[in-house]
Each structure stands twice: as structure tokens, then as C-alpha cells.
């Protein structure tokens, strides 16, 4: 179907979890900035959640751009796309 990931869920479906999950106190989430970062990249990208989490824990860690062949992820200022 349409819209739904690998897994028979829509991105609406995925964001609103993980943001439950963020906002859970019985959670202890080391880097929660990161994943907070990574948790709007995805609401609002085409990408997949783990990539942008890659992506803004490298940034943070001062990578000025994660080297990525996913040309999908190129539309992020957070990662720069490898021609083939």
C-alpha cells in the first residue's frame, strides 16, 4: 500500500510513536536532543529515522555532512550524496 513503510506503517503512524516514546519519563534516552532533531527531520523529510539520527549525531559531533548514496537523504543539509 501506499505510504506505508516496510513495515505497514505510515510515517503519521511512526512520528506520532516515537514522540510518545520521547516524552515517556519511564525512558531514559541519552541523547534525546539528537533524537528529537532527527524525530522533526523525519516528520518533515522523505528519509528514514535512523538516517537522520546518523546524520545529526554526526553534525553534533562536528562532522560538517554525513556522506550518504541515498539520494533521497540529499535534500538534508545534513548529508552529502555519493555519485555511484
Known amino acids: 500500500m501506499k505510504g506505508l ?13 516515537l ?3 520521547l516524552r515517556t519519563a519511564q525512558f531514559e534516552i541519552v541523547t534525546k536532543d539528537i ?3 532527527a524525530w522533526e527531520s523525519y516528520r518533515d523529510g522523505k528519509g528514514d529515522f535512523a538516517d537522520y ?3 545529526h549525531q554526526c553534525h553534533d ?8 548514496f541515498d539520494k533521497v537523504l540529499g535534500q538534508s ?3 552529502e550524496v555519493l555519485k555511484a
Do not use: Q, V
Not at 5 to 17: F, P, Q
Not at 61 to 68: D, E, H, M, R, V
Open 77 to 79: 543539509n545534513l548529508f
Open 35 to 37: 533524537m528529537w532533531k
Open 5 to 17: 513503510d516496510t513495515y505497514g506503517y505510515t510515517r503519521e503512524e511512526i512520528t506520532g510513536a
Open 61 to 68: 559531533a562536528g562532522a560538517s555532512s554525513t556522506l550518504t
Open 19 to 21: 514522540d510518545k516514546i
Open 53 to 55: 539520527y546518523l546524520g
